[in-house]
T-cell receptor, first 112, second 112 residues
């Protein structure tokens, strides 16, 4: 059974640009959560999607958005990038009725 | 928001030694999860705990769900070099769709 797949693995963007990250969950998992990981703050919850609907949202500005497709794949978008957005962005998928979250390898975003 | 206090922040141990780390919260959790993250990778689920007092093992790893439901412990016995990494605790405060809350991690270094 394939794990959670995130693309791309690495990205370099300049300030002001926007970026889209992709996540394919484990087959059969309908919940996808996104996290931002930085050395100082640890894993910070961005949002969670279930059946194409945003079910939970963390405390991030509106520049961070996401969506989920009918096949449960999810994308997150960050607009007007700032230097502080440089981080490892992790996606996790969870089976219905379950708590155990399984993570992808992450996308390392560097904003210059 | 809810916070998990994870300690110690880092530890240096000799190969073969046992390791203990813990996570505490000011509020009650229904689920505790322990993850390990290697450099440049996403966190990997090690152990999941669902009941107060539960003690669960996974090889040389043992984790316990505290009876107050406000803490959890992870022990690693007879550490080996590949145990190096960052260990995270995560908790869910209510059953259902509540997002996981993560501790800031314990960085483990093993000296051969």
């Amino acid at each position: 059974k394939a794990g959670v797949t995130q693309t791309p693995r690495y990205l370099i963007k300049t300030r002001g640009q926007q970026v889209t990250l992709s996540c394919s969950p484990i087959s059969g998992h309908r919940s996808v959560s996104w996290y931002q990981q930085t050395p100082g703050q640890g894993l910070q919850f961005l949002f969670e999607y279930f059946s194409e609907t945003q079910r939970n949202k963390g405390n991030f500005p509106g520049r961070f958005s996401g969506r989920q497709f009918s096949n449960s794949r999810s994308e997150m978008n960050v607009s007007t990038l700032e230097l502080g957005d440089s981080a490892l962005y992790l996606c996790a998928s969870t089976g219905t009725g379950n708590t155990e979250a399984f993570f992808g390898q992450g996308t390392r975003l560097t904003v210059v | 928001g809810q916070q998990l206090n994870q300690s110690p922040q880092s530890m240096f141990i000799q190969e073969g030694e046992d390791v203990s780390m813990n996570c505490t919260s000011s509020s009650i959790f229904n689920t505790w999860l322990w993850y390990k993250q290697d450099p440049g990778e996403g966190p990997v689920l090690l152990i999941a705990l669902y009941k107060a007092g539960e003690l669960t093992s996974n090889g040389r790893l043992t984790a316990q769900f505290g009876i107050t439901r406000k803490d959890s412990f992870l022990n690693i016995s007879a550490s080996i070099p590949s145990d190096v990494g960052i260990y995270f605790c995560a908790g869910q405060s209510a059953p259902g769709n509540t997002p996981l809350v993560f501790g800031k991690g314990t960085r483990l270094s093993v000296i051969a």
